[in-house]
């Protein structure tokens, strides 16, 4: 954790663009109540495919225009064409974005081809090559491995790539465990990878939906963790506490560690998140 340590902390949260009118309304309010706490950057997903491409625009130019935050909009590649991504990083220069996550991406149910693009180092080199050093580059990282990947060394190659293609930073998949990240950051030092690689931090409020999110992402639930949440049953107020509890504490430790800084997972939601960052000493 060495390395880490001799970068400033960031912090930063994660939405997803809303469907709904009142949705836009609902992230606004988060949104303003999350810039309260002096974020570095609120990033916006992507959906599979570039199925979201309109409405991540129109998120990330309502938080550049209105929050006074840097937005950082993801840009997933799987799917997609040259001209394609082309077109949105001209048009992200235009709205003066300077910072992007940089994915590789799912394929949308029932696309067979995956595109000009096959893994996200590609698109990171592309970016590059097409913008130069206009934007902040940001890649995935995963402390406990891509639920894709046939282990974890290839894995862990495979962020060398993205690194070596020219990302700034990394963040990675949540994960309830500290010792898959400081592990991770270890095995990234003994192969030379040297770049802020921030941990994801994705809060508990609903036991099912974390399990099924999980489970398709490959971010492992500790044993323990899973067994006091089933426990619970559907009293959510004690989830909510025991999450609360549980994740702050991990955010503490790996901030102590040395650890530059957390990117929330925020489901659109600030109060969870605002539970969590209440308890911790950040530093700021």
Same mark, same amino acid.
């Given at each position: ?26 992230? *606004? ?7 309260? &706490?002096? @974020?570095?950057?609120?990033?916006? /997903? ?5 199925? /979201?491409?309109? *409405? ?39 709205? !003066? ?5 940089? &994915? ?10 995956? !595109? $000009?693009?096959?893994?996200? #180092? ?5 970016? *590059? ?12 990282? =995963?402390?406990?491995?891509? %639920?894709?990947? @046939?282990?974890?060394?290839?894995? &862990? ?8 293609? !020219?990302?700034?930073?990394?963040? /990675? ?5 500290? =010792? ?8 990234? $030092? ?14 508990? /409020? #609903? ?12 971010? $492992? ?10 426990? =619970?049953?559907? +009293? ?8 609360? $509890? ?11 560690? !040395?650890? @530059? ?10 109060? %969870?998140?605002?539970?969590?960052? #209440?308890? &911790? +000493?950040?530093?700021?």
């Amino acid at each position: 954790m060495e390395s880490q340590k001799k970068y400033p902390r960031v912090y930063s949260f994660e939405f997803f663009p809303p469907k709904t009118e009142e949705g836009v309304a609902r992230l *606004r309010q988060t949104r303003e109540q999350l810039a309260r &706490l002096e @974020p570095r950057f609120f990033s916006v /997903t992507f959906g599979a495919g570039g199925s /979201t491409r309109e *409405r991540t625009f129109e998120t990330v130019r309502d938080i550049q225009q209105e929050s006074g935050i840097e937005a950082a909009p993801h840009l997933s590649c799987v799917g997609s064409t040259r001209d394609s991504i082309r077109e949105i990083l001209d048009a992200y220069r235009r709205e !003066g974005i300077r910072h992007i996550v940089a &994915l590789r991406g799912d394929l949308p149910s029932g696309m067979g081809r995956a !595109g $000009e693009f096959r893994y996200a #180092n590609e698109l990171v080199e592309f970016i *590059r090559a097409e913008t130069g050093d206009h934007f902040h580059i940001e890649v995935a990282a =995963y402390p406990e491995f891509h %639920p894709q990947a @046939p282990n974890a060394e290839v894995d &862990l190659l495979n962020f060398k790539r993205k690194v070596e293609a !020219g990302a700034d930073s990394a963040i /990675t998949q949540y994960f309830y465990n500290p =010792y898959a990240y400081y592990h991770f950051i270890e095995r990234c $030092e003994q192969l030379g990878i040297d770049l802020p690689i921030v941990p994801g931090i994705m809060p508990i /409020t #609903n036991y099912t939906q974390l399990a099924r999110f999980s489970d398709m992402c490959g971010a $492992e639930i500790p044993r323990w963790i899973r067994k006091r949440l089933e426990a =619970y049953g559907d +009293d959510r107020a004690s989830i909510r506490a025991f999450g609360e $509890e549980i994740v702050a504490e991990m955010c503490q430790a790996l901030l102590d560690a !040395g650890a @530059p800084g957390l990117h929330f997972y925020t489901m659109n939601q600030a109060a %969870p998140v605002l539970a969590v960052w #209440n308890r &911790l +000493d950040t530093g700021t």
